[in-house]
C-alpha cells in the first residue's frame, strides 16, 4: 500500500521532529523527571507537528526504559502500543462534536489502562466542539483519574472557552523556517533516490509557507509529474504565471507604462492564469525586487537560478523605491478585495492602472512617486518638452482660469507649461495650464509724415509696500516671480496649492501634505526661495504644515484661557 509522504516519514521520536525545540525541550524535561501534567494544549497552525508530538509523547510516558525523553521501541510498553494500543485514543472533534461523545468519554476515562501507566486521550481539532461538549468535558479535566492524560490539539486556540484554556499547559507550535523545510525535503529526496535542483527544493519549500505536511504534499504532487524535481516543473505544478512574463508585467509597472501593462495582463489571462494567482505572482515579484534593491545579500537571501537573479536585479535597479513599495502596498489591498469583488478581473487590471498611472491618484504616496520623478529627471539634465508632453490648448474661445488667491495672480507666458495627461495619446486636448495672449502687430508711422513729438508714457502705477499687502497679494507676486526662475519647475509646482498667511512681520506658507512640507525644506529650495521673497522686499517666510498651526493656535486659546487673571501677550 502506497503511503505519502507526511504519512511515511512522520517523526517516530522527539529527535526526527524538525524545530519545534521549545516544545520538546518542556516534554522531554517532564517525562524525565516524572511530573507529567493532566492536561496539554498544542496550538499553532497546521502541519507543524502537534498531533506527531502528541503521538511520541503518548508512547513515552508509557515507555519503560525512554531514551531523552522519546519511547525506547523494545520494551514490552512499546511492543504493545505498536500492536494495537487500547491506551492511547484519538478523538476527531470536527465529527464528534456532540454533548454526547463527550459524556462518552467521561464515562469512559475511569476505566484503567491496559498495558502502560497512563490513558491518553489525544483530542484534535478540539475548537470544533459545542459549547454543551465543553462543559461536558470542563469536569473531567478539572478532577481527571490520576491514570489520564488529555492532550487537546487546535489551530485556533481563541475559540476555547477561558475554562478549558485555564487547566491546560499550553504550548505554541510556529511556523517552520524555510531553511529547515529545504534540509528536511532533501534529506527524504536522498532517502528514497530522488535527484533535485536546489532551485526546485526552495520553491516547494517556499510554497510550503512553514507547514512541513504542506510542503511534502507539494513535493509528493512535484515527484508524480516528473521523475527529476526541477524549477520550471514546480512552477507548472503550482500553476505559477511563467517568469519572463510576470517579471516583465512588473517592469512595465515600475516604469508606470500602462498600455505595455494591460497588455501584459491581458496576455497572461487570456493563457487561463487565475486572476488570484496572477495577482499572488505580481506581490512575490515585487517583494523579490525590493529584497534585491535593498539588501546586500539578496542572492542569498532569493534562491533562484542564476538567470532569474540577474533579471530581478536588473528590475532592481532601473525601480523607485517608493514605486515598489506603493505597488505593493495597491496589490496587497487588491488580493483582498478579490474575495468580495463580482468580477475580479476588473479588479485586477484597475490596480494595474492605478499603479502605471500616479497622475491619476491624489494620495500622499503616489505625490511623493512623482516628486521622486521629477528630482531624478533634473538631476539627469531630463526635465525638457520631451520629458514632458505638452498640452495643447483647445481650438475653441476658452475662459481665462481664475487665479487661485487673488486677481494679482497670474501665470507668465514666456515659458511654456507642461502637464502630465492621464493617457498620452488621448486625442481629446486638455484644459490649457496658463491664459496665453497674442502680441499685437506695432503700428507703423506713415513714411511721408514727420514722426510726431512723442507723447510722454503714461506713469505706471506704484507698486505697494509690503508694509501694505495681503498675504494674497504677496503670495501671488512671489508665485509670477518664482515661474520665472530658471530651473524652478519642481519647486513651483508644489508651491501652487499653498495657503498664505501674515503673521508678524512673516509670511506664514501653510499645506497639508508633509511630503511638499519636507521638499520645501531642502537646502536648494530654501535658497530659490529666499531669494525671489527677497526682491519682493519680504525678509521673513516659513513653511509650515496645516494641521500643526492649528494645533498650535488650540494650544494657545487653552493657555489664556487657563491663565484669564494675568495679563498675556503674543508675539
Known amino acids: 500500500m502506497h503511503l ?36 496539554y494544549l498544542f496550538c ?25 525523553g522519546s519511547p525506547c521501541g523494545v520494551c514490552a510498553a512499546c511492543r504493545a502500543q505498536a500492536e494495537g494500543n487500547l491506551d492511547i485514543v484519538e478523538i476527531d472533534a470536527a465529527s464528534n462534536n456532540g454533548v454526547a461523545e463527550m459524556r462518552d468519554l467521561r464515562e469512559k476515562v475511569q476505566y484503567p489502562p491496559v498495558n502502560g501507566r497512563y490513558k491518553v486521550y489525544i483530542i484534535d481539532e478540539v475548537h470544533m466542539l459545542t459549547d454543551s461538549a465543553f462543559n461536558a468535558l470542563l469536569k473531567t479535566l478539572e478532577e481527571p483519574p490520576a491514570h489520564a492524560i488529555f492532550i487537546l490539539a487546535t489551530t485556533e486556540p481563541h475559540k476555547i472557552p477561558a475554562t478549558i484554556l485555564s487547566r491546560c499547559m499550553r504550548l505554541d507550535f510556529k511556523l517552520l523556517p524555510e531553511e529547515d ?18 532551485e526546485a527544493v526552495s520553491a516547494i519549500a517556499r510554497a510550503g509557507a512553514g507547514s512541513d505536511r504542506d510542503m511534502l504534499s507539494i ?33 512595465a509597472l515600475l516604469a508606470f507604462d500602462m498600455p505595455d501593462v494591460i497588455e501584459k495582463t491581458e496576455n497572461i489571462l487570456s493563457a487561463g492564469k487565475s486572476v488570484g494567482v496572477l495577482c499572488r505572482d505580481v506581490l512575490e515579484t515585487l517583494n523579490r525586487i525590493a529584497i534585491a534593491k535593498t539588501c546586500r545579500t539578496a542572492e542569498k537571501l532569493l534562491p533562484l537560478p542564476k538567470t532569474q537573479f540577474a533579471r530581478i536585479a536588473e528590475i532592481a535597479q532601473k525601480a523607485d523605491g517608493r514605486a515598489i513599495l506603493r505597488a505593493t502596498e495597491i496589490l496587497a489591498r487588491t488580493e483582498t478585495d478579490l474575495r468580495l469583488v463580482s468580477s475580479p478581473r476588473i479588479c485586477l487590471e484597475t490596480a494595474m492602472m492605478k499603479i502605471s498611472v500616479p497622475a491619476a491618484d491624489d494620495s500622499a504616496e503616489a505625490l511623493a512617486v512623482r516628486l521622486d520623478a521629477l528630482e531624478k529627471r533634473l538631476a539627469e539634465g531630463n526635465f525638457t518638452a520631451a520629458a514632458f508632453p505638452a498640452v495643447t490648448p483647445a481650438p475653441t474661445e476658452a475662459p481665462a482660469p481664475k487665479a487661485p488667491q487673488n486677481e494679482d495672480y497670474e501665470f507668465p507666458t514666456e515659458e511654456p507649461v507642461f502637464e502630465e495627461a492621464f493617457f498620452a495619446d488621448d486625442p481629446r486636448p486638455a484644459k490649457p495650464a496658463a491664459r496665453q495672449t497674442e502680441a499685437l502687430p506695432a503700428k507703423e508711422a506713415p513714411a511721408a509724415e514727420q514722426p510726431a513729438k512723442a507723447e510722454p508714457p503714461a ?50 506658507l501653510y499645506t497639508e501634505s508633509e511630503t511638499v512640507l519636507r521638499s520645501l525644506s531642502k537646502e536648494d529650495h530654501v535658497k530659490i526661495m529666499t531669494e525671489v521673497f527677497a526682491r519682493l522686499g519680504i525678509g521673513s517666510f516659513a513653511v509650515r504644515l496645516k494641521g500643526a498651526a492649528k494645533a498650535g493656535e488650540n494650544a ?3 493657555f489664556k484661557k487657563d491663565f484669564q487673571d494675568y495679563p498675556i501677550e503674543t508675539k
Request: hydrophobic share 40%.
Open 44 to 68: 499553532g497552525p497546521r502541519g507543524t507537528g502537534k498531533t506527531s508530538a502528541a503521538r511520541i509523547f503518548a508512547r513515552a510516558v508509557n515507555c519503560e526504559n525512554p531514551k531523552d
Open 459 to 508: 506713469a505706471k502705477p506704484a507698486e505697494l509696500p509690503v508694509a501694505e499687502m495681503s498675504a494674497e497679494m504677496a503670495y501671488g507676486k512671489f508665485m509670477r516671480l518664482l515661474r520665472k526662475t530658471a530651473a524652478s519647475g519642481v519647486l513651483f509646482t508644489m508651491c501652487m496649492d499653498l495657503e498664505a498667511k501674515f503673521e508678524g512681520e512673516t509670511l506664514a
Open 4 to 39: 505519502s509522504l507526511y504519512r511515511k516519514f512522520r517523526p517516530q521520536s522527539f529527535d526526527e521532529m524538525v524545530r519545534q525545540e521549545h516544545v520538546v525541550t518542556v516534554l522531554k524535561n517532564q517525562i524525565g523527571t516524572g511530573a507529567v501534567g493532566h492536561a
Open 556 to 558: 494657545l486659546e487653552q
Open 181 to 198: 523545510l529545504e534540509n528536511h525535503l532533501k534529506r527524504i529526496l536522498e532517502e528514497i533516490g530522488k535527484s533535485y535542483e536546489d
Open 219 to 251: 513535493a509528493e504532487m512535484c515527484l508524480a509529474y516528473e521523475e527529476k524535481l526541477t524549477y520550471d516543473g514546480v512552477t507548472a505544478v503550482l500553476g505559477a504565471a511563467d517568469f519572463n512574463d510576470t517579471s516583465d508585467l512588473c517592469e
